[in-house]
């Protein structure tokens, strides 16, 4: 045997080594990110199924109904998407896990994105209650950079999605209230938990835009349009981030039709954490 034969064979048994545990780090995040899309899925289907199971509760019972029936529909496009973006984790980490060690493979970076982040979204197209149904998808970019530790998690112009939560023209609800509600899933691809903006309109032209937060956006909502004795915002129990300061609402109009223009991005808020892999 040639005597650099042996250190050959060692320093290729090496190299081999340190690409396959190379790869095992980008599996092992593929299989994390796969388990959390899961487990995303499992969390709406839990919301979906306490919405038909009616345990809301309101002092206006029709008002209940109808947002309760709009919260149904807004979770099962939500559950559809999840599972769609579930799957394709899921074929993402098998793919890693079957794939043949790289010669170079960089280290997967995992960011997690905290609660409250800012996420700026330039809509594709105006919403309005006069041509958006609860349940129906909506889209958009995202208007600015978001940074953590800085480090680049998602660019401007990232693709984003969302559903609409709620839409009801002013009037409509037996209260004499309306009401258009959209709700941020997804970025780049990426399913998230985000507040849901939401647009309470009377038909005399009384506009009030607000951010309800997380699962208990339909609580809040219900507060807030059952009430009879006008509490308005104490209805929300915490729930809302804030008031949608700037928003173009059309105030002091008697248009029955609710809009959320795109001429302003909308601001909505992460409801909780995201852990997203990065590669160099």
Same mark, same amino acid.
């Given at each position: ?40 899925? +499992? ?55 079957? /794939? ?10 995992? &960011?997690?994105?905290? &609660? ?18 609860? %349940? ?31 839409? /009801? ?9 309306? +009401? ?35 699962? +208990? ?24 981030? %804030? ?32 852990? &997203?892999?990065?590669?160099?």
């Amino acid at each position: 045997m040639r005597p650099w034969l042996p250190n050959l064979i060692l320093a290729s048994t090496l190299a081999l080594t340190v690409a396959c545990n190379r790869k095992s780090e980008a599996a092992i995040q593929a299989e994390e990110a796969a388990k959390s899309a899961e487990a995303k899925v +499992a969390q709406l289907e839990q919301q979906l199924a306490e919405a038909k199971s009616g345990k809301a509760g309101g002092e206006d019972a029709d008002t209940v109904q109808h947002l309760t029936k709009s919260q149904v529909k807004a979770l099962e496009r939500q559950v559809t998407d999840a599972k769609k973006r579930a799957l394709v984790k899921k074929q993402e980490a098998l793919t890693l896990a079957q /794939a043949p060690a790289p010669q170079e493979a960089s280290k997967p970076v995992v &960011v997690e994105v905290p &609660v409250g982040t800012k996420l700026e979204i330039s809509l594709a197209r105006e919403l309005s209650t006069e041509k958006d149904q609860a %349940g129906d998808a909506w889209e958009g970019t995202l208007a600015s950079d978001v940074v953590q530790d800085g480090k680049l998690v998602w660019s401007a112009g990232s693709s984003a999605r969302g559903v609409i939560t709620q839409s /009801a023209a002013a009037g409509r609800l037996s209260n004499g209230q309306g +009401a258009l509600g959209i709700r941020l899933t997804e970025i780049a691809g990426v399913g998230i938990d985000a507040d849901t903006h939401v647009v309470v309109a009377t038909a005399k032209g009384e506009r009030n835009a607000k951010y309800i937060g997380g699962g +208990a956006a339909l609580g809040a909502l219900i507060g807030i349009l059952s009430d009879k004795k006008n509490k308005n915002d104490h209805a929300l129990g915490g729930a809302a981030l %804030g008031a949608a300061a700037g928003t173009a609402l059309a105030a002091g109009t008697a248009d029955t039709v609710i809009r959320i223009p795109a001429t302003k991005p909308v601001a909505f808020s992460l409801t909780a954490p995201e852990r &997203v892999t990065l590669r160099k």
